[in-house]
T-cell receptor, first 113, second 113 residues
Framework: DQQVKQNSPSLSVQEGRISILNCDYTNSMFDYFLWYKKYPAEGPTFLISISSIKDKNEDGRFTVFLNKSAKHLSLHIVPSQPGDSAVYFCAASSTSGTYKYIFGTGTRLKVLA | ETGVTQTPRHLVMGMTNKKSLKCEQHLGHNAMYWYKQSAKKPLELMFVYSLEERVENNSVPSRFSPECPNSSHLFLHLHTLQPEDSALYLC????????????FGQGTRLTVV
């Protein structure tokens, strides 16, 4: 049973517009959420995170929103740039358990110039 | 460069071979992880070490054997693998405290022939 889901395998966005990547989770024990970006043949790179005590965290062009009641988070990238084209993974962890991060299947973002 | 180094980057091995993957971090982290990424699947957590002690073993076949001799090094020993074990193997480390991100290495692309 997949505890972290990214239902959109791919997304195409025009350069300069907003990219919105979505993630849903099922385990209510998760209280820390992260977004990673991955290029082919490389390891994931940490982008931004959010604790469950917040509903928004912003870092430059990247903003993560958390809706705890819906068990949903999203990553907004604005404005989108061609260099943002990559696979984006959301991950979740629980501070009450052992240190581990559960990942979604990823969404491939393509930003068109 | 995330501070987590994996070697080798690529490995081709036969089903009767024995090989080892190496991971090294000098970030002062005290938790280390092995993940497996197969095509079109989420990153699968294999093992977690915290303070050199294995705290998670996610039903991984015994043909994969981890070793954590100290907090900076993590190995994954491989023997009698199957072709379906071909994947990208990713090492990560984290500070092992609440609400911190994991940093990933570049991964080892393993092909079992």
């Amino acid at each position: 049973d997949q505890q972290v889901k990214q239902n959109s395998p791919s997304l195409s966005v025009q350069e300069g517009r907003i990219s919105i990547l979505n993630c849903d989770y099922t385990n209510s024990m998760f209280d820390y959420f992260l977004w990673y970006k991955k290029y082919p043949a490389e390891g994931p790179t940490f982008l931004i995170s959010i604790s469950s005590i917040k509903d928004k965290n912003e870092d430059g062009r990247f903003t993560v929103f958390l809706n705890k009641s819906a068990k949903h988070l999203s990553l907004h990238i604005v404005p989108s740039q061609p260099g943002d084209s990559a696979v984006y993974f959301c991950a979740a962890s629980s501070t009450s358990g052992t240190y581990k991060y559960i990942f979604g299947t990823g969404t491939r973002l393509k930003v068109l110039a | 460069e995330t501070g987590v180094t994996q070697t080798p980057r690529h490995l081709v091995m036969g089903m009767t071979n024995k090989k080892s993957l190496k991971c090294e971090q000098h970030l002062g982290h005290n938790a280390m992880y092995w993940y497996k990424q197969s095509a079109k699947k989420p990153l699968e957590l294999m093992f977690v070490y915290s303070l050199e002690e294995r705290v998670e073993n996610n039903s991984v076949p015994s043909r994969f054997s981890p070793e954590c001799p100290n907090s900076s090094h993590l190995f994954l020993h491989l023997h009698t693998l199957q072709p379906e074990d071909s994947a990208l193997y990713l090492c990560a480390s984290s500070l092992g405290t609440q609400n911190t991100e994991a940093f990933f290495g570049q991964g080892t692309r393993l092909t079992v022939v």
